[in-house]
């Protein structure tokens, strides 16, 4: 149930007896409190609002936000602190993207830390000349011919596609040049305070490594799923293991390699990661992997560049939308959708099997197709066409309330067994009025089960987001790998502004596509008008394939679930779907709520 639903339910329940005795009226609320657990309300604030994954980097980011710092300083921060807490999600070894509003200039900012190909990546390095996959042998570190090495173009078609798991998503094949530490040192170059240096930005990061901390409900299941991987390429099992099991929740962990490498960092800067120890160190660990070992070499370290990017804008019901363009495709995807919901008078509908239907025919409509978006350095991105009234009328004509669209594409998928994206997302809106929202993500849970020996990261898998088989594809796919490139990201961070103000800023990470939660997220705030708590709260719906999943929370509602049905929907129950995060700024009071899903472990705060 949403915290909207919950309010309504304690309001009737209240109306209902407001002539109960004093004592019977409290065990009632008292019941009502026990049947629905979750919160209420979201976190206010009078001047800032920090969300994140982990209450450990809400409350750092915080404390810089108390001594002055600004939204960039602490949102840095905070991805320091989730390095160490969330190994999983993110960290140094990964890629990410940052959007910012400048009250300065009251201009929005988008700058792509995504991670880059080798220059030696190439369309066939997932495929296995020989037919057979790899496994480790028994009598060298190094198993087998790398897959793609000795090939020829001529001779793609006879290559045989690894499978996803472990083959093509572990080790240092699917490793790509890291991103998020070079983005965070330039944006904050730029945008950070002076009170705040870059290096004082690691301290709360470097003493949770130093001196542990414990290990959280979320890292706990994913060492639980990723135990085979993360033995495959650390043998000895350290930092994650005792006695040949992986850590549980409440444990405590040290993590003494990985708060050298910060100190390090904090001490030198970003040059011994990208030009000195660390690259060779990272060079070292991906060229002679036990597992796969890849192309990634120091020139391609030395080489890597962040991007400032043309932030994507978009307008629904008298709002003003921003979020990240290219190689970020869930921007585009999400703005496809609203383009499409702008023909349907979705606030008149209200919370009915109607609302539902039409969010489940959306998002077929809009999230097909997403070979449109690539890497912009690289490929000509058609924002125009992607994003086209024609387009969006087209699709709406095709949506009816009485039946199922049989004539719409259903979204892409990801059908890969084993596939297991995480990520997460720090959103901090400072005293000042400045307002962060950034991404990080090393791909699949601990991206490639990769550690980097005596220095204590991991490295991210993402080149698995690029065209595995070259046989699928056109030879000019902008999806087929090649030096250099980005893959193509499904993060989706979105700030509305209405009449030149900021309304809110939203984001999501997580196992399923952001722009669907953020979807389902942003139509019940901005269409049906729940609170910035009931809005994340709320029960969602998600298209997969030929399957509508829907939470409990609508399932359970049989009026909705039945017609639903009765439309032609093949319904799948699924808990939880996603998780989203919300910041809202109400104009009338000045005040700011911050919500942080239920669904996950994180924590929003204000001050």
């Not at 002076?194 to 409900?217: C, M, V």
Request: glycine fraction near 10%.
């Amino acid at each position: 149930q949403s915290s909207s639903t919950v309010i309504a339910s304690v309001s009737v329940a209240i109306s209902q007896c407001k002539n109960t005795p004093g004592t019977a009226y409290a065990l009632l609320i008292l019941l009502l409190a026990g049947f629905f657990p979750m919160p209420l309300y979201a976190a206010m604030g009078e001047r800032a609002m920090v969300v994140t994954p982990d209450l450990r980097a809400t409350q750092a980011a915080l404390e810089v936000l108390k001594q002055g710092g600004n939204a960039v300083d602490a949102a840095v921060t905070a991805e320091w602190v989730l390095n160490v807490v969330l190994p999983h999600a993110s960290g140094i070894g990964g890629g990410g993207l940052l959007l910012f509003y400048d009250i300065g200039t009251r201009r929005i900012l988008s700058f792509d830390g995504s991670v880059k190909a080798p220059a030696k990546a190439s369309p066939e390095m997932f495929l296995d000349i020989s037919g057979k996959p790899h496994f480790p042998s028994k009598k060298s570190k190094v198993h087998g011919t790398r897959p793609g090495a000795l090939l020829k173009k001529e001779n793609i078609s006879q290559g045989k596609l690894l499978p996803y798991q472990p083959e093509r998503s572990t080790g240092g094949l699917p490793v790509g040049v890291p991103g998020i530490l070079k983005l965070a040192e330039e944006v904050h170059a730029k945008y950070g305070t002076h009170k705040f240096p870059f290096a004082k930005l690691f301290e709360p990061a470097i003493r949770y490594a130093k001196e542990g901390t414990k290990i959280s409900a979320a890292l706990a299941k994913a060492l639980r799923g990723n135990a085979k991987r993360l033995v495959l390429l650390d043998p000895e099992k350290a930092v994650f293991f005792e006695n040949g099991a992986p850590l549980e929740e409440g444990r405590v962990f040290f993590q003494p390699e990985l708060a050298k490498t910060l100190r390090l960092i904090q001490t030198r800067g970003t040059v011994p990661f990208y030009k000195g120890s660390i690259a060779k160190a990272i060079t070292r660990a991906v060229g002679k992997s036990a597992y796969q070992p890849g192309r990634l070499n120091e020139k391609d370290l030395k080489g890597y560049g962040v991007a400032a990017r043309d932030p994507l804008h978009s307008t629904y019901q008298g709002y003003d939308l921003f979020s990240a363009g290219a190689p970020s495709g869930g921007g585009v995807m999400l703005f496809r959708a609203f383009n499409i919901l702008s023909h349907f008078g979705v606030s008149g509908l209200g919370q009915t099997p109607e609302t539902y239907h039409l969010l489940a025919e959306t998002q077929k409509a809009a999230f097909s197709n997403r070979a449109g978006v690539a890497d912009p350095d690289l490929f000509d991105i058609p924002i125009q066409e992607l994003l086209s009234e024609a387009w969006a009328q087209d699709r709406a004509n095709g949506i009816r309330f009485d039946q199922v669209s049989k004539s719409q594409e259903t979204p892409d998928q990801d059908a890969e067994q084993g596939k297991n994206p995480e990520g997460s997302s720090i959103i901090v809106a400072d005293p000042q009025g400045n307002i962060v929202i950034l991404f990080a993500t090393l791909g699949d849970a601990f991206g490639s089960a990769l550690r980097v020996a005596n220095y204590g990261f991991f490295l991210n898998n993402l080149l698995t987001g690029l065209a595995a088989d070259p046989s699928s594809k056109d030879p000019q796919s902008p999806e087929l790998i090649s030096g250099g490139q980005r893959p193509r990201g499904p993060e989706a961070p979105v700030f509305a502004f209405k009449n030149g103000k900021p309304v809110l800023a939203a984001g999501a990470y997580g196992a399923e596509d952001p722009a669907a939660i953020l979807l389902n997220a942003l139509v019940q705030k901005i269409d049906l008008g729940t609170s910035c708590a009931g809005a994340v709260e709320s029960p969602r719906v998600l298209v997969r394939g030929k399957e509508l999943r829907m939470e409990s929370g609508i399932y359970e509602q049989e009026r909705i679930r039945l017609k639903l049905e009765f439309l032609g929907h093949r319904i799948k129950k699924e808990d939880p779907i996603g998780v989203a995060q919300m910041v809202c700024f109400d104009e009338g009071s000045g005040r700011i709520a911050g919500e942080s899903d239920f669904r996950a472990d994180g924590e929003a705060a204000g001050l």
